[in-house]
């Protein structure tokens, strides 16, 4: 692989790194995100990509969605850059090739390539983290479709309306995709935090429900039940779709083992391939993920 400048750019900061491997990484530190001025915005990506290395390809992962057909992002956190062809933009502006893809799907490219993944012939990359999102690479090839929703399986009216043991009925919440009923809704830990006051009249942070969960307690154990319901059907049909060998969970909830432990065990008694093997894990990249996965399209494309 060639030296590459990586981003991971979110609605808050954008943080840089020199890659000359997936395994070789230097920090170059992060600056705040221009969120509404796009000269501003490729000024500050212009800025550390120089002083890091004035030739080297840039590789970005980035909240937002880009088209692969027409190259255009679709970016509601960071509105200077939504609706650009940013990779031609910025490559217009830099005068160096430019890579661009989202933030989920570089986190998939890094656990196959890097991670839980390594080795395996189909990865799904699920993210749980604000919400849900998820990213599909086969054979080590990231694979991305028509507007470049692949992989995006928190969207569709598709969650189910009672849940938990005994069955609660769950409630069909807007999301901001502008459908109703979406996994994102009540998955990921904006989700868990719903479902957690629509069950109980009590509002916490994830952090503290999956807490008092590991805990002992019986209210956020009865939220944790129903979350892993929702969240595990849509998931194992995934499974079952692409056939994933693994699945490799990013994201903030990732950091409790034992609920992703929990959410392997519920996927696997709903997926049609019987396996005593652990499939739902942790992902292992858990240091910049998205700076991994950005250095590895570069290197692809190289």
């Known amino acids: 692989m060639t030296t590459i400048v ?3 750019i979110g609605g808050s900061a954008i943080k840089g790194a020199l890659a000359t491997s997936p395994e070789a990484i230097r920090p170059l530190g992060r600056v705040p995100t221009p969120l509404d ?7 500050a990506l212009r800025g550390v990509a120089d002083a890091a290395d004035a030739a080297a390809p840039i590789s970005i992962s980035i909240t937002g969605v880009v088209d692969p057909r027409t190259g255009r992002i679709k970016c509601a956190n960071i509105p200077c850059i939504d609706g650009r062809t940013l990779a031609k933009d910025l490559a217009a502006i830099m005068d160096r090739p430019v890579h661009v893809a989202n933030d989920a799907d570089c986190f998939a490219l890094a656990e196959a390539m890097a991670g839980a993944g390594k080795g395996e012939s189909i990865v799904f990359g699920a993210i749980l983290g604000t919400g849900v999102g998820g990213g599909l690479v086969v054979d080590s090839r990231l694979v991305n479709g028509a507007g470049g929703f692949a992989g995006e399986w928190g969207h569709g009216p598709v969650a189910a309306t009672h849940a938990g043991t005994p069955p609660v009925a769950i409630p069909s919440y807007p999301c901001g995709c502008g459908q109703i009923g979406c996994v994102d809704t009540v ?6 935090e719903r479902l957690h006051l629509h069950l109980h009249g009590e509002s916490l942070p994830s952090t503290a429900i999956v807490a008092a969960w590991e805990a002992g307690d019986a209210s956020a154990a009865r939220t944790i039940d129903c979350f892993l319901d929702l969240v595990a059907g849509p998931l194992a049909l995934v499974v ?8 490799p969970v990013g994201g903030g909830l990732s950091g409790s083992r034992r609920l992703i432990a929990e959410l392997d065990t519920a996927v696997r008694r709903r ?7 652990p499939l ?3 992902g292992l990249c858990t240091v910049e993920p998205g700076l991994i996965g950005a250095a ?5 494309a190289a």
């Open 271 to 277: 997926i049609l391939r019987q396996t005593d093997a």
């Open 240 to 247: 079952n779709v692409v056939g994933a060998d693994i699945v």
């Open 296 to 300: 590895i399209l570069a290197g692809a």
């Open 37 to 43: 001025d796009f000269s501003a915005f490729a000024e």
């Open 280 to 282: 739902v894990v942790p």
């Open 6 to 8: 990586c981003f991971d």
């Open 187 to 192: 998955g990921g830990a904006r989700g868990m």
